[in-house]
């Protein structure tokens, strides 16, 4: 079965602190993207990657950072938490950038005091 | 912003078939529609996607318009774990994946 895994289910920060929230997929997937969903919003895309050191902004990107060192690795970085990205946060992977069919994980929700 | 519309919510009776709808009458001829559902407090799940011919897999049922404007996803005999927000999203090769509000559906006892 296809797998994307976050690290984290539910993190507690204080503002101002730096954030990593931690995706991996074990599908091989080339693409990888980051959303935050929120109470009447629904799920804005942050940052994607089509490829190992690339990246792309989404909808969303102020006031954060990605990394993708690694095929099966795309990290979501806060700079500096403040209460407004208290959200949950959701990785997903797709085989290629042709493809509407992602891979979600579970969601890891971020709370920032 | 989302290109679809999808009504805000429906209800459906446990064991009929629930018809979820989806406009999308901006469509172009080389998009694609996807569905997905997302059940409370996990991430969305891939349900099902077609082009222009009607397409059934393990889950649902799609069909679309002969004009492509509009997509209908069938559940045929909907059950309580079903009751779910479900997304309907129009995307050529290249665009990003944008999720609308979906259609909240409840299925009734």
């Known amino acids: 079965d296809v797998k994307v895994t976050q690290s984290s289910r539910y993190l507690v920060k204080r503002t101002g602190e730096k954030v990593f929230l931690e995706c991996v997929q074990d599908m091989d997937h080339e693409n990888m993207f980051w959303y935050r969903q929120d109470p009447g919003l629904g799920l804005r895309l942050i940052y994607f990657s089509y490829d190992v050191k690339m990246k792309e902004k989404g909808d969303i990107p102020e006031g954060y950072s990605v990394s993708r060192e690694k095929k099966e690795r795309f990290s979501l970085i806060l700079e500096s938490a403040s209460t407004n990205q208290t959200s949950m946060y959701l990785c997903?992977?797709?085989?290629?950038?042709?493809?509407?069919?992602?891979?979600f994980g579970e969601g890891s929700r971020l709370t920032v005091l | 912003d989302a290109k679809t519309t999808q009504p805000t919510s429906m209800d459906c009776a446990e064991g009929r078939a629930a018809n979820l709808p989806c406009n999308h009458s901006?469509?172009?001829?080389?998009?694609?529609v996807y569905w997905y559902r997302q059940i409370h407090s996990q991430g969305p799940q891939y349900i099902i996607h077609g082009l222009k011919n009607n397409e059934t897999n393990e889950m649902a049922s799609l069909i679309i318009t002969e004009d492509r404007k509009s997509s209908t996803l069938i559940l045929p005999h909907a059950t309580l774990r079903d009751t779910a927000v479900y997304y309907c999203?129009?995307?050529?090769?290249?665009?990003?994946?944008?999720f609308g509000p979906g259609t909240s559906l409840s299925v009734i006892p």
């Open positions: 999203i129009d995307k050529t090769s290249y665009d990003k994946v944008i």
């Open positions: 901006t469509i172009s001829g080389n998009e694609y």
């Open positions: 997903a992977s797709s085989l290629a950038q042709y493809t509407g069919e992602l891979f």
